[in-house]
């Protein structure tokens, strides 16, 4: 047992005396706060002879205690090869590079950096701590950090402990290298919203990461900060609204100023103003205009007026060509928006909604009037129609009048209605032997009227009046053609004349001598109380009787076979019949005898005619009136003609006498160059032709 321990403490003293000096531990770099301790660590083995530190290279000294060094110490047991370098308080001037020597093994170890941090101090803030700015105009907030911090501090911005963002940073060197000053520069515009806020500078390092803090409050000036409201925003149209203006400034408002779609509105002052509502409020805004000494700010609101619909625009009539599409179009304004809809006049269904209208390929029976029809609105107001009339261009349509029965080699007329978009270029009346347009050849005369009822949407009719003096054979057999044509095509009628029957049977001729006894009667009656209702003395008892060329009791003297060989005078409408009562005196003046043979005491009458000549020596009178029954004598009416005061007039009288309540009258004639209006037979549609002139006639005057 001996000789193994011996062996082992023989080698361990053996491997112990072969060892070198070396460094077990050496110095790092450190970094130490201002005023804190720095210890530097270093531990040698196998060394058991001198250990220094150095400083920059110079040598504290071999001490424990370093003399000299007041805040300098070695610390550890030496023995054991620990010799640990302490500093406190660590100043500025310690930071330097360490190293821990043996000198006399020659080690040496590596250097240690020693360096010193100094926190900064408290930033300021240029202006501080109140800063005075104007809203909406920029300005810069300079915040400046001075000392020997190091590191060199960095200096934020802080709004309620967020970051803010846009700052520039500048710092300024001392010729030595180290860091005089650093600022910041905080760009911003304010707001009105930023008036009391607080921004916060912080200078922050590494030597004090938390940083310290230097706060600044904004003091702002601004405009007006104006708020418009309307109560009720919603209205209907008539109702009363109230607008608020209320606003913030800082200096305080010196005034306002109303205004409505960019006109003042005169005597609006102070923060309120009441208004009538109506539609115009839906597209002009109110306005509110509030001053300070620094400017002013202006606020509109709209109101959401509702109204009835009213009319902008309205359709226009239109013309197209048969088979071509057309279009109307109306705008309207409401609030709701109206609803639009489209329909024939006079009729219900519904044809179309919205502002548009179309027809595609219209015939003629889509012409006519087209109503554009909005309904009121929830207040009931507004609303209503607006019409255009679409005219469909056709070939002219042309419809035969009624036309009255004629006599023979009397007077006749035919008729005819055209209508016709565009006007027609012509309307012909055509025959056998000839055609005219207008004017008069032979025994033919054509006129032209304008007739008096449109028909809808086929453009303005004219009537066509084709005058026929001395009535022959072959007019009653033959047709008359009356056409007209324009741009799109030609349309035609054919137009026949009927004849009147000169012998009456026996029955129709003593019901017509009846009714005119019975007329005779009425007519004295109608007379004696005319007369006494106007207070005229009283008149004779007497009766005027004037025969009418012409009656159903006049028979012509001509054979059809002299109608064309015959004199003017033979031509004459019955002027020499042998039932007539009037005979030619030599002066050209009728007489007559009296037809009642002297039962009513009616002295003879003579009649004094200047008539006119037709062509061709025809006779033309008045139109007749187709009253009474068939068999009455025809009623000439020549009351328009006479000039006789008002409620005495003309009346009918039997066998184709007239009476007149004056033993003498006296009036006028005019040779005719106009044959006066169509005749319509009944249940013609009516037109009325009191607007076409009268003809006139030459000298009628009676003698008692």
């Known amino acids: 047992m001996l000789v193994p321990a011996l062996l082992v403490l023989f080698f361990c003293f053996r491997g112990r005396a072969g060892l070198s000096p070396h460094f077990l531990q050496q110095p790092e770099d450190l970094v130490v706060l201002l005023g804190d301790e720095a210890q530097l660590p270093c531990a040698l083995g196998t060394y058991s002879g001198l250990v220094q530190w150095t400083k920059d290279g110079l040598a504290l000294g071999g001490e424990r205690d370093l003399p000299g060094w007041s805040r300098y110490w070695i610390s550890g047991n030496a023995a054991s090869g620990q010799h640990n370098l302490h500093i406190r308080p660590v100043e500025l001037e310690d930071q330097a590079s360490y190293e821990c020597q043996a000198t006399q093994a020659g080690l040496r170890s590596r250097p240690a950096r020693l360096h010193v941090l100094v926190p900064p101090e408290a930033p300021h803030v240029l202006g501080g701590p ?105 209205v209907q149209e008539g109702e009363k609204v109230t607008f608020l203006c209320q606003a913030r400034a800082q200096p305080p408002v010196t005034g306002y100023r109303w205004a409505k779609g960019g006109s003042p509105v005169l005597g609006a002052r102070g923060p309120m103003l009441e208004v009538v509502a109506d539609a115009s409020f839906l597209t002009a805004p109110v306005s509110c205009e509030v001053s300070n000494a620094v400017g002013s700010a202006n606020r509109s609101t709209a109101l959401d007026v509702q109204f009835g619909p009213i009319l902008l625009a309205k359709p226009e009539p239109t013309s197209v060509d048969l088979g071509e599409d057309a279009s109307f179009s109306c705008s309207w304004r409401g609030n709701p928006l109206p609803q639009v809809t489209w329909t024939r006049r006079g009729g219900t269904q519904v044809l179309g909604s919205g502002p548009t209208l179309r027809l595609p390929s219209v015939g003629l029976e889509d012409a006519g009037d087209y109503v554009c029809r909005a309904e009121p609105g929830l207040s009931g107001l507004g609303g209503g129609v607006a019409e255009a009339r679409l005219t469909v261009n056709a070939p002219p349509a042309v419809t035969a009048l009624h036309s009255a029965p004629a006599f023979l080699r009397g007077a006749a007329r035919l008729q005819c209605l ?36 449109d028909r809808v949407g086929q453009g303005p009719g004219l009537i066509s009046v084709l005058h ?84 159903s009791h006049g028979s012509s003297s001509q054979d059809p076979e002299e109608e064309g060989t015959g004199s003017s ?136």
């Open 569 to 704: 005078e033979d031509q004459g409408p019955i002027m020499h019949t042998e039932h007539s009562d009037l005979v030619l005196n030599e002066e050209g003046t009728l007489e007559t005898k009296d037809p009642t043979n002297s039962y009513y005491n009616v002295q003879g009458v003579s009649v004094s005619l200047s008539l006119g000549k037709a062509p061709e020596g025809g006779l033309f009178l008045p139109p007749p009136s187709a009253l009474g029954p068939l068999g009455t004598p025809p009623f000439y009416d020549f009351s328009s003609h006479l000039d006789m005061p008002p409620p005495c007039k003309l009346y009918r009288a039997q066998a184709g006498y007239l009476t007149t309540p004056h033993s003498q009258a006296f009036t006028s004639y005019i040779k005719p160059t106009a044959f006066g209006p169509p005749d319509l037979a009944p249940g013609t549609p009516p037109f009325p032709y009191a607007a076409f002139s009268t003809p006139s006639h030459l000298r009628l005057q009676t003698h008692v």
């Open 418 to 453: 055209v209508f016709a978009s565009p006007a027609p270029e012509a309307v012909v009346w055509s025959w056998d032997e000839g055609f005219l347009e207008k004017g008069s050849r032979g025994r033919f005369l054509v006129e032209m009227f304008p007739a008096p009822e």
């Open 468 to 551: 026929i003096s001395a009535t022959r054979e072959s007019d009653f057999s033959r047709g008359f053609n009356c056409s007209a044509r324009n741009r799109l095509g030609e349309g035609s009628t054919l137009v026949r004349l009927s004849r009147r029957d000169l012998l009456l049977p026996t029955v129709q001729i003593v019901a017509g001598v009846a009714s005119s006894a019975m007329s005779l009667l009425m007519v004295i009656t109608g007379v004696v109380l005319c007369c006494w209702c106007q207070g005229k003395a009283s008149f004779s008892k007497q009766r005027n009787l004037v025969r009418i060329p012409g009656s």
């Open 130 to 234: 109140s800063v005075s700015l104007v809203a909406g105009i920029p300005a810069n907030l300079t915040c400046r950090s001075h000392g020997d911090a190091r590191p060199t501090p960095e200096l934020l911005w802080f709004r309620d402990g967020v970051q803010l963002d846009g700052a520039t940073f500048n710092q300024t060197l001392l010729k030595e290298g180290t860091t005089e000053s650093v600022e910041s520069i905080l760009s911003l515009t304010p707001s009105s919203h930023d008036d009391g806020a607080t921004l916060v500078c912080r200078a922050r390092s590494q030597a004090l990461p938390a940083g310290k803090d230097t706060a600044v409050t904004l003091s702002l000036q601004y405009p007006p900060v104006v708020t418009l409201s309307a109560e009720p925003q919603t």
